[in-house]
């Protein structure tokens, strides 16, 4: 029978977003695969981890995508892109605490790919005047991701609703972010 790696790298992502100490031995239980099996196809944990950001990334650059983040306003466009990461925002939140995909040389330009465009909509939403001047539009995208994580991990610990997830990190977001009248 041939191994389900969608599966594998979900059933990881599960886990490891419950518990980033699991084992491979963990790992493998969670996939309902044995030890070997696993370290077959992903030779330790950084393999496996290099296959869950490859995995992070793309459902992030399809989030990107499927919010169409140049329609309409950039708080609308933040309000589709929070709900498009949502099925997705437990595994970016394990991977955003993976301090060695963000280090050294080896860093996947895939990331870079993700800032760029995040941060272009913030800006545009600065540049129309919806979005507050004094806050940089790095700012405002890092905000965004550990919002994400957070809401994740709440929803994740049963301490908010998930259908409650995109509204609480969008009002918290652009609440801070607006840019208010002056007196």
């Given amino acids: 029978m041939a191994l389900d790696r969608d599966h594998v790298l979900r059933s990881a992502a599960a886990l490891l977003t419950r518990k980033s100490t699991a084992t491979m031995d963990e790992v493998a239980k969670a996939a309902g695969i044995s030890r070997a ?17 490859a995995l992070g ?23 589709r892109l929070v709900r498009a990461v ?9 991977l955003y605490t993976e301090n060695q995909l963000f280090e050294g040389e080896e860093q996947n330009q895939g990331w870079a790919r993700i800032d760029e465009r995040v941060t272009a909509l913030f800006r545009r ?4 005047g919806e979005f507050r001047i004094d806050l940089t539009p790095a700012w405002l995208t890092e905000a965004l991701y ?14 908010v609703a998930p259908k409650d997830f995109t509204h609480m990190i969008v009002e918290l977001l652009l609440g801070g972010a607006l840019r208010r009248e002056e007196s």
């Fill in 86 to 94: 949502e099925p997705s925002a437990a595994l970016l939140a394990f």
């Fill in 125 to 128: 939403g600065q540049e129309n």
């Fill in 37 to 53: 099996t696993l370290h077959r196809h992903f030779a330790g944990r950084d393999a496996l981890v290099r296959a869950l950001e």
């Fill in 57 to 79: 990334i793309a459902e992030c650059e399809a989030a990107l995508d499927t919010a169409r983040l140049d329609e309409g306003s950039a708080g609308e466009a933040v309000h």
């Fill in 146 to 159: 550990g919002l994400l994580a957070s809401g994740a991990w709440a929803v994740s610990e049963g301490r």
